[in-house]
């Protein structure tokens, strides 16, 4: 279960927007993209799922991407894109119900264990309670949480999120992620997301990918990449990386100094 990427070029009409990508993701890792807006990070995380075209090569272990029948796709690789377009007359349950369809045979429906499976997601996102709403009725945290819902029964080997605490609390973003972080140890699920949230990019990521212009800007450990100079130089951010008590860095954003003479 790696991906690996090899010399990726990817874009739109014509217009190249990531460029010269080559990173290997090995099983039951997890790979941060992180990096300002407009960087490339989801077009990237649409290449590596096979949803755009572009040069250079993907493989999921060992496979060409885009040699893969959807089916097979789906079964391998779970893809939870930042805005999805979501049938708002669904309810939630049916809504993650499709998450399995991948595991049913030709005109099967989903059995007892699918259902099983379902209600055992639905209740680990706090979801339980609100299985029987219809999607265009939940708040937009709770609508991204049934959008990983139907991700997370797939039970792929591979979960590529796209900016996966998108309108999520504090608390069911760190919910969120220590699923996926005991998923990957525990069934080793290899996993890449992008994240705006630096903080919990290095405190759940052990691998991080800096996009800048489309470019990568740096690769490596949270800690060599998220340093204070990367943030002002490829964000033009002032924050400064911390570390906690048990040693995870968390990223705080810090005023600039004011220029002098002027009072905050
Ligand atoms: N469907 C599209 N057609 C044409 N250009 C696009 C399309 N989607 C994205 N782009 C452009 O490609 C570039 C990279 O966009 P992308 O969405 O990958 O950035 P990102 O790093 O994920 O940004 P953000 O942090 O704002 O979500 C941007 O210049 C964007 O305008």
Not at 135 to 158: C, H, I
Not at 159 to 184: C, F, K, N, V
């Given at each position: 279960?790696?991906?690996?990427?090899?010399?990726v070029h990817a874009g739109y009409?014509?217009?190249?927007?990531?460029?010269?990508?080559?990173?290997?993701?090995?099983?039951?890792?997890?790979?941060?993209?992180?990096?300002?807006?407009?960087?490339?990070?989801?077009?990237?995380?649409?290449?590596?799922?096979?949803?755009?075209?572009?040069?250079?090569?993907?493989?999921?272990?060992?496979?060409?991407?885009?040699?893969?029948?959807?089916?097979?796709?789906?079964?391998?690789?779970?893809?939870?894109?930042?805005?999805?377009?979501?049938?708002?007359?669904?309810?939630?349950?049916?809504?993650?119900?499709?998450?399995?369809?991948?595991?049913?045979?030709?005109?099967?429906?989903?059995?007892?264990?699918?259902?099983?499976?379902?209600?055992?997601?639905?209740?680990?996102?706090?979801?339980?309670?609100?299985?029987?709403?219809?999607?265009?009725?939940?708040?937009?945290?709770?609508?991204?949480?049934?959008?990983?819902?139907?991700?997370?029964?797939?039970?792929?080997?591979?979960?590529?999120?796209?900016?996966?605490?998108?309108g999520l609390d504090i608390g069911?973003?760190?919910?969120?992620?220590?699923?996926?972080?005991?998923?990957?140890?525990?069934?080793?699920?290899?996993?890449?997301?992008?994240?705006?949230?630096?903080?919990?990019?290095?405190?759940?990521?052990?691998?991080?990918?800096?996009?800048?212009?489309?470019e990568v800007a740096s690769a490596?450990?949270?800690?060599?990449?998220?340093?204070?100079?990367?943030?002002?130089?490829?964000?033009?951010?002032?924050?400064?990386?911390?570390?906690?008590?048990?040693?995870?860095?968390?990223?705080?954003?810090?005023?600039?100094?004011?220029?002098?003479?002027?009072?905050?």
């Amino acid at each position: 279960m790696t991906l690996t990427l090899h010399d990726v070029h990817a874009g739109y009409d014509g217009r190249t927007v990531v460029r010269a990508v080559s990173v290997e993701i090995p099983r039951g890792s997890w790979l941060a993209i992180v990096g300002p807006n407009g960087a490339g990070k989801s077009t990237l995380l649409k290449t590596m799922a096979g949803l755009l075209p572009g040069s250079g090569t993907v493989l999921i272990d060992g496979k060409p991407v885009t040699a893969l029948s959807r089916k097979e796709k789906a079964r391998k690789l779970g893809y939870a894109p930042q805005d999805p377009v979501l049938p708002g007359g669904l309810t939630v349950t049916d809504y993650a119900v499709l998450g399995r369809t991948p595991h049913l045979g030709p005109l099967a429906r989903e059995g007892a264990a699918d259902l099983s499976i379902v209600e055992g997601v639905l209740a680990r996102l706090d979801l339980a309670e609100l299985a029987s709403r219809k999607l265009r009725t939940l708040s937009g945290g709770e609508r991204q949480r049934a959008v990983l819902a139907r991700v997370l029964v797939q039970q792929t080997g591979f979960l590529l999120l796209d900016e996966p605490t998108t309108g999520l609390d504090i608390g069911h973003a760190q919910a969120i992620l220590e699923l996926i972080d005991r998923l990957r140890h525990e069934d080793g699920t290899t996993v890449v997301s992008t994240l705006h949230d630096l903080t919990f990019a290095a405190q759940y990521a052990d691998h991080v990918l800096l996009l800048s212009a489309g470019e990568v800007a740096s690769a490596g450990a949270p800690e060599e990449v998220l340093t204070a100079q990367a943030l002002e130089r490829y964000y033009g951010a002032a924050a400064d990386v911390l570390t906690a008590e048990r040693g995870e860095l968390v990223i705080a954003p810090v005023r600039p100094a004011p220029p002098a003479g002027r009072l905050r």
